[in-house]
């Protein structure tokens, strides 16, 4: 028995115990090196002016046998001299596919898939015991090479029909953890492909059971019968051209492979040449799916190299305020050894790029060409755009504050910022919002009267995120975010008309640490007091602060400013009582203090004392 050369042994004990993470691979790396010995075959036949091989001969047949426990691989493409064998098999990490790469450099349309010399030893994860018949094509001998991975292996002469070489891996006995025998099964064998190999050129082929009615009548029953099926599809949608692929076609991919029932509103065909290769099918979803907004939600395309999946979801592809997208990657990028992970970043990284700058250009498309499909896509993904504005410290704002719709006040629909701020006129100095629970919540602020009586138009925030996101910002088009309910809202005349240092003082004491001040108001108009805030903290943002998980347990506080209305008829009891009865002036200052809170939406301390409070002045 010949030794495998090198320090075989302990590489291949390192392959098969730590290399690749998933057994299953195996099914891979075989049926991509039958692949890469036919393209080699095709690749002679052309160049060498072969006539009589015709790429519709080309197949790879899998075949199981339940008792022998065996599962068959076999090609019919150039297969290997014992020499051959010797030396690509005796010599881990010796790879002849890339040896013929390197020989037929300058050549074009090579697309072998291994480079490495390492793949085929993934079978010995799976089998205790691996057969390879080989005849290589042009020679009448044909030889079995034999080993049982771990102390070398055998060369002899052997048997096989034409040239082609074929692999039979005598699986492992089953063990508690390990159900080796689930590589017999027809239906798991069927997905495997399905899953890695579905887009290898060649076919696939393998005999499976079908069911057919025999007899008649009350003897009808049912027997089952093989028959050969091609397990892959072979061309991948992605690689044919735009103008042949219909948009049920493309819906229909989607549909399958990412399980949603619904289409997508954006398909995105691409593909680049130059620096990076590639070509890309990406999908804009109409809605989340279920475990979108979870902690179970992995970001990702699917990774191809050559047609074959690398992985299932790459994360480094999408960024995180895109991580909606769904589709998948095919290029030729450098691989390490395993396939798992991706050598060169730089490569990944460009495609990265590219793909980012596509989906908004595509987003940005369907906003100004769809408006209504835009808005479903945004319902469901509102969220995460708003929060890719606030986080990473805004980095991304510049990209994103386009994509963002708010709710106007003025027009009852969603308006982006660029619309809000082409309509403004001279006089307007901020791009006002409100926030609350719902629309009609922040209709019925008395903080955004006086900015509708000014004929501005205010943004209506109902989403947590949106106050932060806004601030994040900080300005669009050089124009300033402005809360209606800051106590400086840049309106001309809004200075108070009125002022009595000596009661705003009194209720300012009376309430103590609950308010930073108390005034009289000159923009209140139909309500007798509100709260505005001074400083960077709304009262919204202090809401959503301290409702995070880990909030501080003394929790922030925005700066609220009790605000009086001068010319409703509560200004006067006020006056009155305070020059008469200074008792009934607190009373109803702790009055006013509550109805502001409740006008917020902010829970009041107690109920039943406001109630005392309010007979009392009764
Ligand atoms: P890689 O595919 O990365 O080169 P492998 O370990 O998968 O490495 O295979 C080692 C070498 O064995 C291949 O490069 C190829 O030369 C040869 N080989 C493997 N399988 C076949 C096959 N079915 N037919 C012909 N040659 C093969
Ligand atoms: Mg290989």
Redesign the pocket.
Known sequence: MKKFKTESQKILDLMINSIYTHKEIFIR??L???S??IDKLYYKSLTDGISGLAREDFSIQMKVDKEARTLTIS?N????TEE?LDK??GIIA?????D?KANNESKEDINI?????????SAFMVADKVD?I?KAYGSDEAFIWTSNGSDGYDIKKGEREGN??T?VLHLRPDTDEEKYSTYLDEYEIKSLVKKYSDYIRYPIKMDTTHYKTVGEGEDAKQESYLEEETLNSMIPLWKKSKKDITEEEYDNFYKDTFYDNENPVRVIHTSAEGVVDYKALLYIPSHPQYNYYSKNFEKGLRLYTNGVLITDCCKDLLPDYFSFVKGLVDSELTLNVSRETIQHNRQLTKIAENIEKKIKNELLSLLESDREKYLTFYQGFAVQLKYGIYENWGRNKDLLQDLVLFYSYQEDKFVTLKEYVDKMGESQKYIYYATGKTVEAIKSLPQCDIVRENGFDILCLTDDIDEFALRMLGTYNEKEFRSVANSDLGIENAESPVENKELTDFMKEKLGDKVTEVRISATLKNHPVCFSTKGELSMEMERVLNGLPDAPKEGVKAQKVLEISASHPVYEKLQKYFAEDKEKAEKLTEVLYNQAMLIEGLPIESPTKLTELICALL
């Open positions: 790396e075989l991509s090196n039958a890469d010995a090609d493409g150039i297969g290997m051959e690509n098999l010796k790879s002849g596919s890339q013929f898939i291994g480079q490495f010399g390492v793949g085929f030893y390879v080989s082609g070489s692999i």
